[in-house]
């Protein structure tokens, strides 16, 4: 038995759906990232805030029109998410920045990327109903990230980067939920 194509788009969505508002609150992210040419590792700790934005938000409308979707109201739903990083290397100030995704089909739109303060998309797949697996690519570099919901309080993620098809950094996260 096949599933119509709209059917399985709309259980997609809701699994996306259910993973943004599992993901809602307040989290203390530990990372570290791996240069693999040069050995060089970076540690970051990111305090970080993440608010569901449903279907029809100023957020998300904003967010379609930076991508010039011809409906406004056409992504989803999305999350909002606010950060401040502090790195181990010596004399690095604290970073803060926000971020908006949302979604449409099976792309995640976001206003901005790793690399760039300029909006680009992101093919999405849900491995399972925990697990978050994108893809971005722009300015000849990609992105691959799996974000995966452990448990309630918990999240690992994963960050490769390519250039010209060659792994330059891996990223990994490990992230507590803090409880108000």
């Known amino acids: 038995m096949t599933t119509p194509p709209q059917i399985a788009q709309y259980a997609i969505e809701s699994l996306v759906e259910s993973f943004f508002r599992e993901t809602e609150g307040n989290w203390r992210s530990e990372r570290r990232y791996y240069t693999l040419k040069s050995g060089e590792v970076e540690e970051v700790v990111s305090e970080i805030t993440i608010a569901f934005l449903p279907k029809g938000s100023a957020e998300l409308v904003q967010l379609a029109q930076k991508h010039e979707l011809a409906d406004t109201n056409a992504l989803v739903c999305g999350s909002q998410v606010t950060w401040i990083s502090n790195y181990s290397q010596p004399g690095r100030k604290p970073v803060t920045g926000s971020t908006v995704f949302g979604i ?77």
Request: aromatic share 10%; net charge positive; proline share 1%.
């Open 104 to 180: 449409r089909e099976n792309i995640l739109y976001r206003d901005r990327g790793f690399a760039t303060s300029k909006p680009v998309a992101a093919e999405y797949l849900m491995r399972e109903a925990k697990t978050m697996h994108l893809r971005t690519e722009y300015g000849g570099s990609a992105f691959e990230e799996e974000i995966k919901l452990i448990g309630t309080n918990y999240r690992t993620r994963q960050t490769i980067i390519s250039r010209a098809g060659e792994e330059i950094m891996i990223g990994q996260y490990l992230e507590r939920r803090v409880m108000s």
